[in-house]
């Protein structure tokens, strides 16, 4: 198995634009999940989907930021406008089903905006 | 979800074991204790997690006290690529948020040559 598949893995912008973060969960498992980490704030959950449908997205920074999840093997991560501050690395994780323990992560993708 | 409490940095000497702590001194009756750990620039790894015994596998122990208020990440011989940050999180196995890992700032690991 490939695991969790994320891309870009680097993304450079600028202010104002749109990004589009994109990832690929572990064929067979059905809750997938955004963390954001940055130096000052570490590792922050941001969303998580069980069955393709978001179940919590309270850590979801502001509505600048967006996720979907429209089957099984595909979730995106969109902020619109971008902003300095969203600087991180984002990583997407995911896991079999509510009986399980362990999350898989993804290798992340380093977001610079300038 | 129970806080927990770790030391901010450890040394090991590469051979030897590694024994981080950690303090769950709030953990309720169902209540797990993982461990994760990131290495540099990767994702964060799953290694072991455990409710009251004491669990082994191919990476490490887990030691809890049998008050379940604090646990040892136990690595046998540590090795260079064991260094890392090592998270010990809290997590219910079942209601709202069971799903949720919350990641502390950890201990980072530098495993000595």
């Known amino acids: 198995d490939a695991g969790v598949i994320q891309s870009p893995r680097h993304e450079v912008t600028e202010m104002g634009q749109e990004v589009t973060l994109r990832c690929k969960p572990i064929?067979?498992?059905?809750?997938l999940f955004w963390y954001r980490q940055t130096m000052m704030r570490g590792l922050e959950l941001l969303i998580y989907?069980?069955?393709?449908?978001?179940?919590?997205d309270s850590g979801m920074p502001e509505d600048r930021f967006s996720a979907k999840m429209p089957n099984a093997s595909f979730s995106t991560l969109k902020i619109q406008p971008s902003e300095p501050r969203d600087s991180a690395v984002y990583f997407c994780a995911s896991m079999m089903d509510r009986s399980s323990y362990e999350q898989y992560f993804g290798p992340g993708t380093r977001l610079t905006v300038t | 979800d129970a806080k927990t409490t770790q030391p901010p940095s450890m040394d090991c000497a590469e051979g030897r074991a590694a024994n981080l702590p950690c303090n769950h001194s709030?953990?309720?009756?169902?209540?797990?204790v993982y461990w994760y750990r990131q290495i540099h620039s990767q994702g964060p790894q799953y290694i072991i997690h455990?409710?009251?015994n004491n669990e082994t596998n191919e990476m490490a122990s887990l030691i809890i006290t049998e008050d379940r208020k604090s646990s040892t990440l136990i690595l046998p011989h540590a090795t260079l690529r064991d260094t890392a940050v090592y998270y010990c999180?809290?997590?219910?196995?079942?209601?709202?948020?069971?799903?949720?890992?919350?990641f502390g700032k950890g201990t980072k690991l530098s495993v000595i040559p």
């Open positions: 709030t953990i309720s009756g169902n209540e797990y």
């Open positions: 455990g409710l009251k």
């Open positions: 999180i809290v997590r219910a196995y079942s209601g709202a948020g069971s799903y949720q890992l919350t």
């Open positions: 064929s067979g498992h059905n809750s």
């Open positions: 989907f069980n069955n393709n449908v978001p179940i919590d």
